[in-house]
């Protein structure tokens, strides 16, 4: 991705939509496409994301989607992220699913890629950053009991997030892998049986 940051709007996007959905390591957690990929003219400035979070995070045997838009001047502007699929976490809104990011939030950089954002998204399931949240309910809840916290994240995952429901799957045409072997997961294995 060396070129890429010296392109700018829709070049750029299609550029990196391009290396983004031929990359074997990100497609393997990450499904990427148009928001309305059968529209005539589908728009390269509304994505959508599926999410597959690792074994060993806290949202393990979820399935998450995320809708991502672009501003015409981007990478100047950062993108706007958003779980659609409802989720329990201190970095996400729970009503409207926005994300807090540092790296879309505050510190943006042209420089940076979707692929540094996806990064940035699979970290927020690793770790939960209770010192910048955007739910203080889920803060508060980590911050005295974690256990009812965990226990409330799986509460969700089980509910709005079951990989397991293949009616879901199916309706978001995500790919199903048999071995997810990315830099997050490295080797692990997703199973979806």
Not at 27 to 36: R, S
Not at 142 to 161: I, L, P
Request: glycine share 4%.
């Amino acid at each position: 991705m060396s070129d890429i940051k010296k392109l700018k709007g829709k070049d750029r996007l299609l550029k990196e939509y391009d290396e983004l959905t031929n990359d074997p390591d990100i497609n393997n957690c990450f499904g990427i496409d148009y928001w309305d990929p059968d529209a005539p003219n589908p728009d390269i400035f509304h994505w959508q994301i599926t999410l597959i979070p690792p074994i060993g995070t806290d949202y393990e045997g979820g399935f998450y989607k995320i809708e991502c838009r672009f501003f015409e001047d981007y990478p100047e502007s950062a993108p706007q992220l958003k779980f659609v699929t409802r989720i329990f976490h201190c970095n996400v809104e729970e009503s409207s699913g926005h994300i807090c990011v540092n790296t879309i939030k505050g510190s943006w950089k042209s420089t940076y890629t979707m692929e540094d954002v996806l990064n940035h998204v699979m970290i927020l399931l690793y770790k939960q950053n209770p010192n910048d949240p955007f739910n203080s309910n889920a803060k508060s809840l980590y911050n005295s009991d974690k256990k009812k916290f965990f226990d409330k994240v799986k509460e969700y995952t089980k509910k709005y997030a079951n990989i397991n429901d293949f009616e879901n799957l199916n309706k978001q045409n995500i790919p199903l892998f048999e071995k997810c072997n990315c830099h997050w997961c490295k080797t692990t294995f997703h199973s979806i049986s």
